[in-house]
């Protein structure tokens, strides 16, 4: 049986390298350990085993482990810089060997490398065995859940360390390609962000990603589309149009997948 309460002590150890006063870093454990919860609740829906519900937490606990010295080193969360924290994480615990602390058994580990290396990605590409990607999905869904949370209550400033500017985000506009990808009812290239808005509107795209339709009704029941769009006071006329029209697109998407 795995053991998740071994996983955890091994994490914890692991973070004392880092400082836990930075809020970028609570951000992250915070959100770890969310993700665990719903990856917990996505697993028992879906009426996976014991071991796989472990698994998935397991995978969860593990997900963002490159995330805490991508923000050492560069003091923010962008993946397109150089710094991949799902390349990394997949490498200090695969090449590096560190997967042991966490898990004894080997015969996980292929799930484990596919989930990780598969989480922050445009889309899942390459894996075709079923276990392999229905946890590939788990943890994406998962992921993305809680990034609605996360980007409904912390600081703009943790969020989007990068590029947030308080004094001109009332007043940006959306890419016309952000834009158009979003009524297509698309996920947002990385590349193809411009504004600060382009970010907010790349998170609401996340929905477009969801796989299982639990994930959907979780997104609806907690109202999250709303809530972050309302986040922001958009002060051009023709933002809070298209912020409309996002609106309009991603509930009516949801009333679609809705089961």
């Known amino acids: 049986m795995l053991d998740f309460e071994k996983a955890q002590k091994a994490f914890q ?16 454990i915070k959100h770890t350990y969310a993700v665990v ?17 472990q698994l998935a937490k397991i995978i969860a ?24 924290h ?38 899942i590409t390459g894996i075709l065995a079923k276990m392999n990607l229905l946890h590939c999905q788990i943890i994406r869904d998962a992921d993305k ?30 890419s016309p390609k952000v834009y158009k990808d979003f009524m297509e009812r698309r996920c947002i290239l ?9 970010y907010w509107v790349c998170c609401i795209a996340f929905l477009f990603d969801l796989n299982f339709s639990i994930s959907i009704q979780y997104v609806r029941d907690n109202h999250y589309v709303d809530r972050l769009l309302n986040r922001i006071n958009y002060r051009r006329e023709e933002t809070k149009k298209k912020i409309e029209n996002i609106r309009e697109c991603a509930n009516e998407y949801m ?3 809705g089961e």
């Not at 150890?13 to 992250?28: H, N, P, S």
């Not at 609740?41 to 796989?52: G, P, S």
């Not at 912390?154 to 506009?173: D, G």
């Not at 990385?190 to 382009?198: F, V």
């Open 190 to 198: 990385a590349k193809d962000r411009q504004t600060q808005l382009d």
């Open 61 to 84: 606990l593990l997900h963002d482990i490159g995330r805490f010295e991508q923000v050492k080193q560069t003091e923010n969360f962008s993946d397109v810089d150089g710094f991949d």
């Open 86 to 123: 799902a390349k990394y994480g997949v490498k200090i615990l695969f090449e590096d060997g560190m997967i042991r602390k966490f898990v004894d058994e080997t015969g996980w580990d292929n799930i484990i490398h596919d989930a990780i290396e598969q989480h922050n990605q445009y889309e």
């Open 255 to 257: 009333e679609e997948r």
């Open 13 to 28: 150890e692991y973070l004392q390298q880092y400082d836990t006063q930075d809020g970028k870093i609570v951000l992250k």
């Open 37 to 53: 919860e719903k990856s917990e609740y996505l697993a028992k829906c879906l009426k996976l085993d014991q071991n796989h519900i």
């Open 145 to 174: 859940l809680d990034n609605f949370r996360v980007k409904e209550e912390e600081p703009f400033e943790n969020i989007f360390p990068q590029i947030y500017n308080p004094e001109t985000i009332e007043y940006e506009t959306i």
